[in-house]
């Protein structure tokens, strides 16, 4: 029996699109602080605001963009949010000071909250339900790959090129993603009658949740809670450990290997189930922030980037393939909502914690400890999905009677 096709039309233009809203993303985030500190004069507790300003208002902006997406059509969203974060970005070239910067850096981040949650619902829609594990797994690529590219880009524009250049790519990236979003095709899709009950559970959150999408959400935000002391400090991290001339090929080694195992895992998500795959890459995940924790040399240290790069770059696709698939065709939107906000959540409270934590303990410990952490979060995970999908499991692996 031939598979159903993935790698459609419009898949590669959602990926396409994702990608450049990501890679812009991560452009400004590592190279606005420098901006903001060397042009604007700002101070580096100022500077640090810029990102989370921008975070803050596209976890603010999500639960709604799901809603306006049930409302307006998931079409209608993507193209408005993907139109508002083109012409925020225009706006770059005009700030002379951190405040109003921190403005426009508000401005783009809910443009960045609403387009990344209607894609992330699309490609649900788009992917095939039989290769969906798969699927997710290669559109999490996407991500990956801008958190590599985007930084390397940033740093080299903002240091080589000046800020007008850094502006200018950062507008053609937003064009780009705005471009490849018009050109995608909504599959038509049935509706589904809620369950009883689901209605009036929904409605107690307001309206901008998705009940089923919490427990899988709250698991993502633990473990982003430690994935946000990589993303902030592991070049700090090398630099301490005198190996800074090999600190930017962290994020390299990561993508590189999270990149070959990611078709593997997303097969056997499709044919075994998430228990298969998640539990055995936590704890590649805990290895991997040990061996961290006391790296000396270059082998090691890129050894755990490897390591990170298959445990954690393979569950946060995973986390979000079981939010999405547990949601009801038309409650995809606000799944998926529900997901970033949550994850984008953990991230945020990471990054404001382990600064302080590192500053009194070191970062050493700090990845040390956050290993044992990353088992904890293990039996959470458990308890709040692994317990009832191993159950689901065995029930669907009975033999039916003939």
């Not at 396409?16 to 580096?44: C, D, R, W």
């Not at 894609?119 to 969906?132: E, F, K, L, M, Q």
């Not at 080299?156 to 705005?178: K, Q, Y």
């Not at 999408?213 to 946000?228: E, M, N, Q, R």
Request: some cysteine; glycine content about 10%; charged content about 10%.
């Amino acid at each position: 029996m031939s598979k159903e096709a993935l790698w459609t039309k419009s898949f590669i233009n959602i990926w396409v699109s994702n990608f450049f809203l990501f890679l812009t993303f991560y452009f400004l985030m590592v190279s606005l602080p420098v901006y903001a500190i060397h042009e604007l004069h700002g101070k580096q507790s100022s500077a640090g605001l810029i990102t989370t300003m921008f975070l803050l208002t596209a976890i603010v902006i999500r639960p709604f963009a799901g809603k306006l997406m049930q409302k307006y059509g998931k079409k209608t969203l993507l193209v408005l949010s993907l139109a508002i974060f083109f012409i925020v970005a225009l706006f770059y070239f005009l700030p002379h000071s951190v405040g109003s910067l921190l403005i426009v850096r508000a401005f783009h981040g809910i443009g960045f909250g609403m387009a990344t949650t209607a894609t992330g619902t699309i490609v649900a829609d788009i992917i095939p339900n039989s290769r969906r594990g798969e699927g997710m797994g290669y559109y999490s690529m996407s991500m990956n790959l801008a958190m590599v590219a985007g930084p390397f880009l940033g740093l080299m524009a903002i240091n080589s090129w000046g800020s007008n250049t850094l502006f200018l790519m950062a507008v053609i990236f937003a064009v780009m993603a705005i471009f490849t979003g018009l050109f995608i095709k909504l599959p038509k899709t049935e509706h589904t009658v809620p369950v009883q009950g689901e209605e009036k559970k929904t409605a107690k959150l307001g309206g901008i949740l998705e009940p089923s999408a919490i427990p899988i959400s709250i698991v993502a935000a633990l473990f982003g809670i430690v994935y946000s002391s990589i993303l902030s400090f592991v070049s700090v991290y090398a630099d301490g450990k005198g190996l800074e001339s090999v600190s930017g090929y962290f994020f390299v080694v990561y993508a590189v290997v999270m990149l070959m195992g990611r078709p593997f895992a997303g097969r056997w998500f499709d044919r075994y189930g998430a228990n298969v795959i998640i539990y055995p890459c936590i704890l590649l995940f805990a290895i991997g922030m040990l061996t961290l924790s006391n790296v000396n040399t270059a082998f090691l240290f890129l050894f755990a980037a490897a390591l990170i790069g298959l445990g954690y770059g393979t569950l946060f696709p995973s986390f979000q393939t079981i939010a999405i698939q547990k949601a009801a065709p038309e409650k995809r939107g606000l799944a998926t909502a529900t997901f970033l906000s949550l994850f984008d959540s953990g991230i945020g409270i990471g990054s404001f914690l382990v600064g302080f934590v590192g500053d009194m303990i070191g970062f050493g410990s700090l990845y040390f400890y956050s290993s044992f952490y990353i088992l904890l979060a293990l039996v959470v995970y458990y308890f709040l999905h692994g317990k009832a999908a191993r159950k689901s499991k065995l029930i669907n692996d009975v033999p039916k009677a003939s």
